[in-house]
């Protein structure tokens, strides 16, 4: 039998003996007590036969029989019935026609038989015993034959048996029941290992340490080493990544600079559009390069080698947005900071500032990417609350993203312009890896106010970052 469940399992091995002994000590004591009440009826036969025959003899054979076992009937409960033959087999009194033992059975004389046999459609238990008897009116070899059937006893049997096989099952059902719990107790170990399992971020390749009992240890010890294997093999996939990105980096710069420098030498038109083009190319394959060499890097491998340190988030994003209004100036696109008025609000957060610059980077090139000139940008910093850490908004109001396709666009090489405008699909990929690394939530929603993409990136406390970093990465809303 096979059973999908090793709580079933158990629980069959546990009631299945339980049920198996219960019917065996039934039986047994069904048995015992059959005989026990069989030996009482024997011998009530047995006394039976000896007083009836003395009965016989003091009144000649007159006694009326039908009168003893209407008497008999009262005390017994059964139908009693008996048949006296003298010597000779000659008919005394008494129902002719009862069954008598097998003719080769020779009867001892003052012992009595006792045998089974069927009378009046009933099962009877029956007695033969042979008497001698010297009497004015019988003289000679008696022989007595009494039946009596057992309605009363198979009765009484039948409801013991049924009582005790109600009462058995109750037991077992208790046990089951007791079982049941002892078995989920006993099982409880695997759900925690479960649980622990399935809280695992898909980057946490650490062993797993959770105390569970010998008989899962194994399962666990083998469980771990795959884990370590497998941290093993994406580490050097990743190791591999960067150092190619990083290699390629060297002869794009140069194949950059040398176009450059053609292009600054070139005559001809045709030379110039060739050349233009080549540079545009090589500028495209260096950003890829890079943002692959920064990919890798965040990779979880990266992860742990990654250096946090208190910042203060609002004069960082200030600074950082900055750096871009140049470029918005030249778009023609409005692009504005909002910071806590409250000066003593914290926005304090724990993360590695070169990481969180390229995180907002990619957010404003792409918000300046994707809206048209006259559009408006804001990078807003949210100051913590005793409950939250602070949070960190960049909200637009030009095309945005449908929300059915926002879960999808944070994926890598993901991109839905198309060849219109130049990118990798890399941006939004490196900004989910940065929000995860500082355990920080990432959403892409609607702007409240205005049409355009609202990305919002709540950080931990600074007191739950390390622990926030090391959970798995919170997933990005989905509609
Ligand atoms: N602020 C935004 N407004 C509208 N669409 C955006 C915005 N940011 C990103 N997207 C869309 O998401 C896609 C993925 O962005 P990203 O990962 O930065 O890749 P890339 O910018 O290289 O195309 C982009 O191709 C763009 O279609
Ligand atoms: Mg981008």
């Known amino acids: 039998m096979f059973l999908n469940s090793l709580r079933l399992r158990l629980l069959v091995w546990l009631v299945g003996p339980g049920l198996l002994l219960a019917a065996s000590l039934l039986a047994t004591k069904y048995y015992y007590m059959r005989n026990a009440a069989e030996q009482v009826q024997d011998r009530l036969l047995a006394a039976l036969a ?21 008497l008999l009937h009262e005390f017994t409960h059964e139908d009693t019935y008996y048949h006296v033959t003298g010597p000779d087999g000659a008919y005394v009194t008494g129902h002719a026609d009862l069954p008598r033992p097998d003719k080769s059975r020779v009867l001892e004389p ?15 238990r029956a007695v033969a015993l042979r008497s001698f008897v010297s009497a004015p009116y019988l003289e000679g070899w008696t022989t007595i034959y009494i039946t009596q059937t057992r309605r009363e006893r198979q009765e009484l049997l039948g409801t013991i048996l049924v009582n005790t096989g109600i009462a058995f099952l109750i037991v077992v059902a208790i046990g089951g029941i007791l079982a049941w719990i002892g ?16 809280r695992r971020s898909p980057d ?12 899962i ?48 030498h070139a005559r001809h038109d045709h030379e110039r559009e060739t050349l233009e083009g080549i540079l545009s190319h090589a500028r495209t394959a260096s950003r890829l390069a890079g943002q692959l060499l920064k990919l890798a890097r965040l990779a979880p491998e990266g992860r742990k080698t990654l250096d946090l340190a208190s910042l203060d988030l609002k004069a960082f994003a200030a600074e950082v947005t900055g750096e871009w209004v140049g470029r918005a100036i030249r778009q023609d696109i409005d692009l504005g900071f909002e910071g806590p008025d409250d000066p003593q609000a914290s926005a304090m957060v724990l993360g590695n500032c070169v990481m969180l610059r390229e995180m907002l980077g990619n957010l404003l090139d792409n918000a300046l990417r994707y809206c048209p000139s006259q559009s408006i940008i804001t990078v807003r910093v949210i100051p913590a ?65 205005r ?15 390390r622990l926030a970093a090391s959970l798995p990465s919170p997933e990005l809303a989905r509609p």
């Open 217 to 264: 240890a194994e399962v666990v010890h083998a469980l771990n080493g795959l884990l370590t294997k497998l941290d093993r093999s994406i580490t050097a996939n990743q190791r591999f990544i960067a150092d190619a990105s990083h290699q390629l980096r060297t002869p794009l710069a140069a194949l950059q600079a040398e176009s450059e420098w053609a292009l600054r």
């Open 183 to 198: 078995i989920t107790r006993g099982l409880s170990p695997l759900e925690d290992l479960r649980t622990a399992i399935r």
């Open 385 to 449: 609350t005793a409950r939250r850490g602070p949070v960190l908004e960049v909200q637009d109001n030009g095309p945005g993203i449908p929300v059915n396709r926002r879960a999808e666009a944070v994926e890598r090489f993901v991109r839905f312009n198309g060849e219109e405008t130049e990118g990798s699909g890399l941006g939004l990929a490196i900004v989910k890896e940065v929000a995860v690394a500082h355990g920080a939530g990432l959403e892409l929603k609607d702007s409240p106010d």
């Open 50 to 70: 000896v007083s009836i025959t003395n009965y016989t003899v003091t009144t000649g054979g007159d006694l009326l029989s039908r009168d003893m076992e209407m």
């Open 451 to 465: 049409q355009g993409l609202l990305v919002s990136i709540a950080f931990p406390r600074p007191a739950d970052a």
């Open 110 to 124: 003052g012992t009595p038989f006792f045998y089974e046999s069927v009378y009046l459609g009933e099962t009877v």
């Open 204 to 215: 946490d390749l650490r062993p797993i340490e959770e105390q569970t009992p010998a008989e």
